[in-house]
C-alpha cells in the first residue's frame, strides 16, 4: 500500500473516494441480492425438473413392465437431432436459454413392434426434454455461482478494505494537518513574543 499525501488536496481526494465507495456499495450488495434470489428460483426449477424425471420413470417403470422383455429391440428409438441454446442476460450474468431442441423418431414397422412402443417413444421424448432442461438448471446455477462470487467480492473490497482504508487515511490527515496547525500558531505566537521583547529592549 503506497504511503497517502497528508494534504488538504490528498484530503479532499480521499473525502471523495469514500463518498464514492458508500454510494456503490449499497447497488452492489442490492445486486448481490437479486441475483441470491435469482439462484433460488433456478435451485427450486432444478429441484422440480428432478422431480419430473423421477415421477415419469416411475409412471414408465409402473406402466411398461415389459421393457424387460430384451427380445425386443428398444435401442434408438429416438435421438436428438439438434439442440439450440441461446443466451440470456440477467442482472449482468450471461446465462444459457433453451431455444429449440429437436427429437428425432426411428421409423419402426407397426406390426413389428408391440403397441405400447408408441407410449415408450412418447416417453422417451419427455425424458430427453427433461434431462436437456436439467443440465441447462445446472449450467445456469455454475453461471449464477460464479456471479455471486464475484459480486460478493466486490462488495467485501469496498465494505472491508476501501472504505476503512478511506476512513482510515482521512483520519490520520486530519490528526496531521490540526497538529501541523497547532504547530504553527504555536510557532507563530513564539515569533511574535520574541519580537514584542526584542522591541521593548
Given amino acids: 500500500m503506497s504511503r497517502v499525501?497528508?494534504?488538504?488536496?490528498?484530503?479532499?481526494?480521499q473525502n471523495r473516494?469514500?463518498?464514492?465507495?458508500?454510494?456503490?456499495?449499497p447497488?452492489?450488495?442490492?445486486?448481490?441480492?437479486?441475483?441470491?434470489?435469482?439462484?433460488?428460483?433456478?435451485?427450486?426449477?432444478c429441484?422440480?425438473?428432478?422431480?419430473?424425471?423421477?415421477?415419469?420413470?416411475?409412471?414408465v417403470q409402473?406402466?411398461?413392465p415389459m421393457m424387460a422383455n430384451h427380445e425386443i429391440e428398444l435401442s434408438d428409438l429416438v435421438s436428438v437431432r439438434a439442440v439450440r441454446i441461446?443466451?440470456?442476460?440477467?442482472?449482468?450474468t450471461r446465462l444459457p436459454?433453451?431455444?429449440?431442441?429437436?427429437?428425432?423418431?426411428?421409423?419402426?414397422?407397426?406390426?413389428?413392434?408391440p403397441h405400447w412402443v408408441d407410449t415408450l417413444v412418447d416417453a422417451l421424448i419427455e425424458m430427453m426434454t427433461l434431462e436437456t432442461r436439467l443440465a441447462l438448471h445446472e449450467r445456469r446455477l455454475i453461471r449464477f455461482d460464479e456471479a455471486?462470487?464475484?459480486v460478493t467480492q466486490r462488495v467485501n473490497l469496498f465494505d472491508k478494505v476501501l472504505i476503512p482504508r478511506a476512513r482510515a487515511n482521512i483520519k490520520t490527515i486530519k490528526v496531521y494537518l490540526s497538529d501541523a496547525e497547532r504547530a504553527a500558531i504555536v510557532r507563530s505566537k513564539i515569533a511574535k513574543n520574541k519580537r514584542q521583547r526584542e522591541t521593548t529592549i
Avoid: C, P, W
Fill in 5 to 13: 499525501s497528508l494534504s488538504k488536496s490528498s484530503l479532499a481526494k
Fill in 17 to 25: 473516494n469514500l463518498r464514492t465507495y458508500e454510494r456503490y456499495l
Fill in 27 to 45: 447497488s452492489l450488495d442490492l445486486k448481490r441480492k437479486q441475483i441470491m434470489a435469482e439462484r433460488a428460483k433456478e435451485v427450486m426449477a
Fill in 47 to 59: 429441484e422440480a425438473t428432478r422431480r419430473e424425471i423421477t415421477v415419469l420413470r416411475e409412471r
Fill in 62 to 64: 409402473e406402466h411398461l
Fill in 86 to 92: 441461446g443466451e440470456q442476460n440477467l442482472l449482468g
Fill in 97 to 113: 436459454v433453451l431455444e429449440e431442441l429437436e427429437v428425432e423418431r426411428r421409423d419402426y414397422g407397426l406390426f413389428s413392434m
Fill in 148 to 150: 455471486v462470487r464475484k
